[in-house]
């Protein structure tokens, strides 16, 4: 057999094992959460016909235009992801790859998991409430918040909450909307100082905002080259870390002033 011959076989019998290895690893379980644009919902409306934010002890405004909270979508803490589905969605721009640990808490149930992220979405609204109600210098005890929001978890609507009770008990605080009537769109985290913080997952939530109407968009400012990674045309990023940050850019906004950028 001549040296080429051999040279062939070689390369013949060794790529035997990769290829059979690929094949089994095309069906094994991998470490990793598949992420897509989830639901948006404005704070400003209603949910399953009820108020989002209620309001009592002041008198609640009536406003228009939108903040839309946006979320994401996993896969499952217990679906089973293919090597097939991580490199389609290593190639999709409205798909990420993460490790499932990233995403979900190690060595806990499905239900747990849920358990977790409601009572996160519930510290949420609290520390929400009491940031809003703190940068409008209302007391608790005399104006009463109440958030519903179904179906949603986590505490990255944190601070889109916040703007909405702003929004419906102030407004931009000369008598108009703190929209100015646009969709808004956002996410963040919310401490009850006013504090903003990252949650990941921004580019994928520009784009649910975008698919929903909203023409800009709040994001941590620690976030800002996440967020323009893979940010739709016409979407205009607004980086904030603070809530009043928030607040003076949308007054901004409304009077057709310049606001900070990415």
Request: net charge neutral; proline share 6%.
């Amino acid at each position: 057999m001549s040296a080429p011959s051999r040279r062939l076989r070689t390369l013949a019998v060794c790529a035997a094992p990769v290829v059979a290895l690929l094949a089994v690893a095309a069906f094994v379980p991998l470490p990793f959460a598949i992420a897509q644009p989830g639901l948006t919902a404005d704070v400003l409306g209603s949910d399953k016909n009820k108020p989002v934010i209620s309001i009592s002890g002041a008198e609640a405004r009536r406003t228009s235009g939108q903040l839309r909270m946006t979320t994401i979508v996993a896969t499952g803490p217990q679906t089973e992801v293919s090597l097939g589905d991580v490199v389609d969605g290593w190639f999709r721009t409205d798909r990420a790859v993460m490790p499932h640990d990233a995403v979900y808490p190690a060595g806990q149930s499905d239900k747990q998991i849920e358990q977790h992220n409601l009572a996160e979405m519930a510290k949420s609204q609290q520390a929400a409430v009491a940031a809003a109600l703190g940068y409008l210098h209302r007391s608790p005890k005399d104006v009463k918040v109440e958030l519903r929001l179904a179906d949603v978890g986590g505490p990255s609507a944190g601070l889109l909450f916040a703007l909405g009770v702003i929004d419906k008990l102030n407004g931009n605080g000369s008598g108009g909307d703190l929209t100015g009537g646009r969709t808004i769109a956002g996410t963040g985290t919310i401490e009850p100082d006013g504090t903003v913080g990252a949650v990941g997952g921004v580019s994928l939530k520009t784009q649910a905002a975008k698919r929903d109407g909203a023409t800009v968009f709040l994001v941590p400012k620690g976030e800002c080259a996440d967020a323009q990674a893979e940010l739709p045309k016409g979407m205009q990023l607004v980086p904030v870390t603070e809530l009043s940050d928030a607040v003076a850019s949308l007054k901004s906004l409304a009077a057709g002033q310049k606001v900070p950028s990415c």
